[in-house]
């Protein structure tokens, strides 16, 4: 390609709009463009990365024996409301009507879809197992869109279901996903961790995330690196690394703490650790009960163990408002004594002596409060996020955090669609059985942005060579060494993705935008090549520069293809 024939509109300054550097870098290297909130076009630069992310998936699921397929993004209610997703899904499903008044929603996934498509056509076990797939564009409707394609309203999916005829065979197809989505995230050029995951929306028992890791990831990890144990901290048992050192029970006492509410707060002016301020959070179930969570002032609730705890129930914090009203004190001072809601107490709580708690008076707390002395909890369960300090579940050996980005996530389903919506297969026995399902989803967009915010520095792109839309730059600086690097450049092509920066543009712009839009290798003929006839190789990634004559670059690029790793 040559690039003062490309649509290749790069931008210097930072824009405005965007918060994370993936967002501003897709933006400043040309490649994507927002249309609406959550709604963006993709330039040629960024559909050319796209693509290549999309080759790797599709490769890889079709050497896994999984089949393409294509579905259609508007789906009829008809088959939502079989499954009763039709009431569950909430907004970010968006509906809508036809001009016949049949109500019909954009597609955030497609479960009911494939489930109608094989109840159809797949009548024996003699078919299974059957994994299709398909890469497509989704809508949600998500409620805070950001980031950029990160997390989208309109993205790209690589979706795929297997359909097995019992759990053997699903245990089988789940990880021959697993293992493909390995491989995936590999041939990808991604630092990347598989790691246990919570259901959400999407239901079924087991579930793996596969996150790519980088600092500015939304969710937090948890690995042990003695036995490889790997979890969402959404999901991970908070299995406490201290034992407390037992302490006599001092007499409660009620202390003025004026103008001070957060634990941090607190401590401070009480002159304690965080550790030993309680923290008093009132949570609304179902809009209609409100219960009191006590837990650790240096902890986190945990929402997902709350929700599982409260089983399906829908969990909110209360509103100020709320909590004065309910407590008669404001949030900052609630404590579990007294109180005449439920009192579900963390189990870090166990056995702590001598803590501070909220007296539910405003500018007041209470110091040496011990549990079943003071106040007794309804439960006492764990209901927070891992941190550090705490303990491997598997092995008991120290646990490790790290930041990732989710970019797949695999499940399975069992009969939890084929069930309802009598997807059914005639057995070996004879007798007639629903499909034992599983589903497998990629944001193939949401990787082009991880990659960035794994791969990236001051001067902006680092791209991986698998996925680099252009992995060869060749530029030249003055225009009398244009024919010998355009002579580079066609024996390049045959082999690689290369473009040409045969602009009118000074030097600086020319090295400024191959590093913006992360070209890894760039071919540079300028002084070096005027001087000695030799042209210079700068490595993207590492800012190594070599010097070697034309005719022998080809070798290079082989031995840096093979090396790189
Ligand atoms: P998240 O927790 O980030 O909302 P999810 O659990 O809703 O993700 P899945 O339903 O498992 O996501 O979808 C499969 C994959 O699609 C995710 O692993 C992610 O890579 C991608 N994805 C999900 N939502 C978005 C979005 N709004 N924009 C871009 N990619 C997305
Ligand atoms: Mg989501």
Redesign the pocket.
Known sequence: MRWSKYFLPTLREDPAEAEVISHKLLLRAGMIRKLASGVYNFLPLGLKALKKIENIVRQEMNNAGALEVLMPLVQPAELWKETGRWDAYGKELLRFKDRKDHDFCLGP?HEEVITDMVRRDVKSYKDLPLILYQIAVKF?D?IRPRFG????RE?I?KDAYSFDANEEGLEKSYQKMYDTYTKIFKNCGLRFKAVEAHT?A?GGDVSH?FMVIADTGEDILAFCENCGYASNVELTPAILGETYAPEKEKPLEKVHTPGVRTAKEVADFLGLPVAKITKTLIYILDEKEAVAICIRGDHEVNEVKLEKLFSGKKIRMATEEEVKKIVGASPGFIGPKGLKLRIIADKALENYPNFVIGANEDEYHFINANMGRDFTPDIVVDIRKACEGDLCPKCGKPLSFTRGI????IFKLGTKYSLPMKAMFLDKDGKMKPFVMGCY???V??ILAATIEQNHDENGIIFPWEIAPFQIGVIYLKENLKEQAEKVYNALSENWDVILDDRDERPGVKFKDADLIGIPLQVIFGKSFEKNGLVEVKVRKTGERFHIKPEEITDFVKKFEDEKD
């Open positions: 996934t949600r998500e394609i990160m997390r989208a993205f999916m959400g999407i995330e989710e970019v797949g996530h989803g990629i944001g967009s949401r």
